[in-house]
């Protein structure tokens, strides 16, 4: 079974930042594409970041682009998003996601973590 455990939300003042991150189990973490998803209170699920799995290619969604970096740590089978410059309308439940295809305009992963909530307080 392929388990992801994110970590790392939690409460901040609007400006400040978080480091999530996300341990991945029973997949090949080196040759998978990662990202990172969120959702808000009544609406649907958004992505976020998506990594490759071995050229360092990386992108975002256009609100956090510049504030936002998606990295990973092969040997530790680890996906991070560190966060900064955080707006209100960043506060969402955050979902790592691993597999699926990184080459396509739509990425959509295999397998999800269960979340990890971030509120950031105007």
């Known amino acids: 079974q392929v388990r992801l455990v994110e970590s790392g939300g939690g409460l901040v003042q609007a400006g400040g930042s978080l480091r999530l991150s996300c341990v991945v189990s029973?997949?090949?973490?080196?040759?998978?594409?990662l990202g990172w998803f969120r959702q808000a209170p009544g609406k649907e699920r958004e992505f976020v970041a998506k990594?490759?799995?071995?050229?360092?290619?990386?992108a975002y969604v256009d609100s956090v682009k510049g504030r936002f970096t998606i990295s990973r740590d092969n040997a530790k089978n680890t996906v991070y998003l560190q966060m900064n410059s955080l707006k209100p309308e960043d506060t969402a439940v955050y979902y790592c996601?691993?597999?699926?295809?990184?080459?396509?305009?739509?990425?959509?992963?295999?397998?999800w973590g269960q979340g990890t909530q971030v509120t950031v307080s105007s």
């Open positions: 996601a691993f597999g699926g295809t990184y080459y396509t305009a739509n990425y959509e992963p295999a397998y």
């Open positions: 029973g997949g090949t973490f080196s040759i998978s594409a």
């Open positions: 990594i490759s799995a071995n050229s360092g290619l990386t």
